[in-house]
């Protein structure tokens, strides 16, 4: 299962990179515009601290399948073999996204608020399928079936696709699609830090922690002690030794 950051805040994103096991960033037009700035040059820093072989996911914003083919072929040329191509799944964009994978160029189908889109922008050729997990439940719509539905879907007719489930509100719906085999998701760092936080976590191991240092009387780490047992070593056997 791949992990990756959606944002463009480069702070943000290299403080994720420091501690979590991640496979890329994904971005849109709107998490562009709300970073600020000249969005090609945001993306050529993310582009920058990404580490190899990392994927970077950009959304065309064109309409017709022509402009999206020529955005996706200079975002392919400019950003290399890992950029994806996100083409939303409108009627034009199911054209492109044929029109891009028939070219060799992964395309992620984005905006996918149903199982049967998700299917037919597989069978268009995208490599990944984003169906929008919170979005969809805030308009009444199950959005971890949908997720489910498409995943299994997918394995069922064994289409070289994997569901890339987006729109996070908490960790609670990751989770969720975790248990279920998604190929991927992609989550705010907020969201993907709570992935990993827990409070029953930071108790039982500052208890850990403080007995501990009773044992040793003091804040000594292990690092310490091995440091002091060296000294402590290196003494005895210069006592140990006769002068000549």
Do not use: C, W
């Not at 992990?3 to 463009?8: G, M, P, V």
């Not at 970073?35 to 050529?44: Q, S």
């Not at 959304?59 to 975002?75: K, T």
């Not at 399928?129 to 498409?150: K, S």
């Amino acid at each position: 299962m791949l992990i990756l950051i959606d944002h463009a805040n480069i702070d943000l994103i290299r403080e994720t990179l420091d501690y979590l096991p991640i496979d890329g960033v994904t971005t849109n037009p709107t998490i562009l515009a709300n970073e600020g700035g000249d969005p090609l040059e945001v993306l050529r820093k993310i582009h920058s601290v990404l580490p190899e072989g990392s994927q970077l996911h950009v959304q065309v914003v064109s309409h017709d399948r022509e402009s999206m083919v020529a955005e996706g072929r200079a975002l392919r040329a400019e950003f290399g073999k890992h950029l994806h191509v996100k083409i939303p799944v409108t009627h034009e964009g199911f054209a492109a996204i044929n029109m891009l994978a028939s070219e060799g160029i992964p395309v992620t189908a984005t905006g996918v608020h149903s199982t049967l889109q998700g299917f037919m922008a597989a069978q268009a050729g995208a490599r990944y399928v984003a169906p929008y997990v919170n979005r969809m439940d805030n308009f009444g719509i199950n959005g971890v079936r949908v997720a489910t539905e498409i995943h299994q879907i997918l394995r069922t007719h064994h289409l070289h696709a994997d569901v890339l489930a987006a729109s996070f509100k908490n960790s609670d719906q990751v989770l969720r699609l975790v248990e279920a085999g998604i190929g991927a998701i992609t989550a705010a760092p907020s969201v993907l830090a709570a992935l990993v936080a827990n409070p029953i976590t930071d108790v039982a191991i500052a208890a850990q922690d403080a007995d501990f240092a009773r044992q040793v009387g003091g804040e000594e780490t292990f690092s310490d002690l091995i440091a002091l047992a060296h000294q402590r070593d290196q003494q005895s056997l210069k006592v140990a030794q006769p002068e000549l």
